[in-house]
C-alpha cells in the first residue's frame, strides 16, 4: 500500500472514501428481480437460484433438525469455543434490556412499556467462509428481547458448514433455512411456501444481501444495511506498526469490497503500517481476497499533518470498527462519535470483537454509523408510551390543549376536552 497525504486528497479520492456504497448501485436492479421472484414464486425461486447462483441442487430447504445434530457431531474443541462466545456475547446483551416505567408528572402519570416483536429473520453469511460468529451475533439478541420465533437463512451447500449450524443450535434460533443471498432476504421477508415470514430482517452480507435489503424495507423492518467490512485504525507515533497491519488485513481478509484504513500524523508509522500490511499480506491464506480489499479505492494509510486532522478524517468517515491505537486513546474517543464498535489500544483486535468479546459484529457500514448503532435488544423491541391523567391534571391542561387545537382548526379535538368538564 502506498500512503497519502490526507491534505492532498482529490475531490475524486475523497467521495470515494467517504462517499462508499461497496458496489451496493450496481446490482440494485438485478436484486430487485430476484426478491420480485422469491415474492412470487416462493420455494421454486429459491430452488431455481441456489442452482444457478449457488451450484447447489437443494431439497430440503428447512434443515433445523440438521443444527441439533452438527452441535453433537463438531469437535469438542469447537463446541467449547462457541459455547464460551455464546455466554459472553448473551451476557452483554442482557444488559441492554429495557425495563418498563411510569412516573408521576405533576398529576400526569406517564410511562413506557417494552414488548418484544413477535419474529425475526437473521441471515449468517456463507460463499467463501463460513461465519458461525454471525449466527450468535443476530439470534442471541433477538432472544435475550423475548422474540418467540427467530429463523435464520445461511447459505446451501452439499454440506451446510457444521460449525455454523452448531452456532445456530446454540443461539437458540427456533428454524434454520439453507437459503443465501438476496434470495434468502426475500424469502425472510415475504415468506415461501417454507420460510415463514417474519417482521425484521437483520445481519450483515454482501452487497447482494446489503441491496436487498434495501429492496425489502418498507414491507419488512430491517436492522441497517450492512455491507461488507470497514476498518479505520487512528495511530500515534506510540503505535505498533505490525499490530496495525494484523487489524487492516485481518478486514481485509472478508471481501474484496471490505475497506481498511489506517490514519497518522507519524510519517514513519504511516510507511512502517503499509510495509506491514504487504508483507502480513503475503503470509495470509485468503491473500488474493485480501488483496482485492487492498486496492479498493476507499482503502488506504493516511498521512494526517496532526491528530486533530485525523481526527476529522476518522469522524468523516464514520468507519464500521474504529481502532485506536495511541498514548491518549480515551481522549481521541471523546472526539470521534461516529463509529460502529471502538476497540481500544494494542490489546483490542477487532477480531475479539468479532468473536467473542461480547459485543456485536453486526454494525453500520457505508456511513451510516454518523446516524446508527449496531444491531442489539433494541433492534428487536418496540416501545409503547402509556398516560393516565386524573380529572385535576387534564383540569391543568385544559385551557393549553384547546387553544392549540384551536389554533391547528381542529375543533374536535378541543371539544374532546371540553366534553370531559361539561
Do not use: C, K, Q
Given at each position: 500500500m502506498n500512503v497519502r497525504t490526507v491534505a492532498d486528497l482529490g475531490p475524486d479520492e475523497r467521495s470515494a472514501l467517504f462517499d462508499r456504497d461497496a458496489g451496493v448501485e450496481a446490482?440494485?436492479?438485478?436484486?430487485?428481480?430476484?426478491?420480485?421472484?422469491?415474492?412470487?414464486?416462493?420455494?421454486?425461486?429459491?430452488?431455481?437460484?441456489?442452482?444457478?447462483?449457488?451450484?447447489?441442487?437443494?431439497?430440503?430447504?428447512?434443515?433445523?433438525?440438521?443444527?441439533?445434530?452438527?452441535?453433537?457431531?463438531?469437535?469438542?474443541?469447537?463446541?467449547?469455543?462457541i459455547e464460551d462466545a455464546a455466554d459472553n456475547i448473551r451476557a452483554f446483551h442482557e444488559r441492554q434490556r429495557p425495563e418498563d416505567w411510569r412516573d408521576d408528572f405533576e398529576g400526569r402519570e406517564l410511562g413506557r412499556r417494552f414488548s418484544p416483536l413477535d419474529s425475526a429473520g437473521v441471515y449468517a453469511p456463507g460463499g467463501t467462509a463460513a461465519y458461525p460468529s454471525s449466527a450468535l451475533m443476530g439470534v442471541i439478541p433477538a432472544k435475550v428481547a423475548g422474540v418467540e420465533h427467530v429463523a435464520v437463512a445461511t447459505p446451501p451447500a452439499e454440506s451446510v458448514n457444521p460449525v455454523t449450524l452448531a452456532a445456530i443450535h446454540v443461539a437458540g434460533a427456533d428454524a434454520v433455512y439453507q437459503v443465501g443471498g438476496a434470495q434468502a432476504i426475500a424469502a425472510l421477508a415475504y415468506g415461501t411456501e417454507t420460510v415463514t415470514s417474519t417482521d425484521i430482517v437483520v445481519g450483515p452480507g454482501n452487497r447482494w444481501v446489503t441491496a436487498a435489503k434495501a429492496e425489502v424495507r418498507g414491507d419488512v423492518a430491517i436492522d441497517f444495511l450492512a455491507g461488507p467490512s470497514e476498518i479505520m485504525v487512528v495511530a500515534d507515533a506510540a503505535a505498533d506498526?505490525?499490530?496495525?497491519?494484523?487489524?487492516?488485513?485481518a478486514q481485509a481478509e472478508h471481501d474484496e469490497n471490505a475497506s481498511v484504513v489506517a490514519v497518522t500524523d507519524d510519517e514513519a508509522v504511516a510507511e512502517a503500517v503499509a510495509e506491514a500490511v504487504e508483507s502480513q499480506a503475503a503470509e495470509r491464506e485468503r491473500e488474493a481476497v485480501i488483496r482485492g480489499a487492498l486496492d479498493n479505492?476507499?482503502?488506504?494509510?493516511?498521512?494526517?499533518?496532526?491528530?486533530?486532522?485525523?481526527?476529522?478524517?476518522?469522524?468523516?468517515?464514520?468507519?464500521?470498527?474504529?481502532s485506536i491505537q495511541a498514548d491518549d486513546d480515551e481522549a481521541l474517543l471523546e472526539r470521534i462519535p461516529s463509529a460502529g464498535s471502538v476497540f481500544l489500544g494494542p490489546y483490542s483486535p477487532v477480531a475479539a470483537g468479532d468473536y467473542a468479546a461480547g459485543t456485536n459484529h453486526v454494525l453500520p457500514t457505508g456511513g451510516a454509523a454518523r446516524v446508527t448503532g449496531g444491531l442489539s435488544v433494541d433492534t428487536f423491541v418496540r416501545s409503547t408510551t402509556v398516560q393516565r391523567l386524573s380529572e385535576d391534571s387534564l383540569g391543568e391542561l385544559r385551557e393549553t390543549i384547546t387553544t392549540l387545537a384551536e389554533a391547528e382548526g381542529l375543533e374536535a379535538h378541543a371539544e374532546s376536552v371540553k366534553k370531559r368538564f361539561e
Open positions: 446490482v440494485r436492479d438485478d436484486v430487485a428481480d430476484i426478491v420480485d421472484a422469491v415474492s412470487e414464486e416462493g420455494d421454486v425461486a429459491l430452488r431455481r437460484f441456489a442452482s444457478e447462483f449457488d451450484d447447489v441442487e437443494v431439497g430440503n430447504i428447512d434443515i433445523t433438525d440438521a443444527a441439533e445434530r452438527a452441535y453433537e457431531e463438531i469437535d469438542d474443541d469447537v463446541r467449547a469455543a506498526p505490525d499490530l496495525v497491519a494484523a487489524d487492516l488485513v479505492d476507499a482503502s488506504g494509510v493516511f498521512l494526517a499533518r496532526s491528530m486533530s486532522e485525523a481526527v476529522l478524517f476518522a469522524e468523516e468517515y464514520a468507519a464500521e470498527h474504529l
